[in-house]
Nanobody, 115 residues
Framework: VQLVESGGGLVQPGGSLRLSCAAS????????MSWFRQAPGKERELVAA????????SYADTVKGRFTISRDDAKSTVYLQMNSLKSEDTAVYYC?????????WGQGTQVTVSS
């Protein structure tokens, strides 16, 4: 199983980025997908999640209204659209796939918000 994140980079405050996580080696549609992030010196935290069945979504309060998670089961890919980025969004962003029986992590992609 592989989860490969992409789309990270350096962006100015107020800017936007779209992260992608391409999955392989699993039945993607069976997995609940999430984005986590970890800033230097801080614990990893849940940013957004999308269910495997209904596609219902949930967000951390700190990103609600700015970030949008979505999935394309045909492409085995989950996305995180990030708008109105702030310096406190700077972190390594990780993709997670969970089926209750199995749990997988990507290698992470760096997002830096700075002027």
């Amino acid at each position: 199983v592989q989860l490969v994140e992409s789309g990270g980079g350096l962006v100015q405050p107020g800017g936007s980025l779209r992260l992608s996580c391409a999955a392989s080696g699993l039945t993607f549609s069976n997995y609940h997908m999430s984005w986590f992030r970890q800033a230097p010196g801080k614990e990893r935290e849940l940013v957004a999640a999308i269910s495997s069945s209904s596609g219902s979504t949930s967000y951390a309060d700190t990103v609600k209204g700015r970030f949008t998670i979505s999935r394309d089961d045909a492409k085995s890919t989950v996305y995180l659209q990030m708008n109105s980025l702030k310096s406190e969004d700077t972190a390594v962003y990780y993709c997670n796939a969970d089926s209750r029986l199995y749990n997988y992590w990507g290698q992470g992609t760096q997002v830096t918000v700075s002027s």
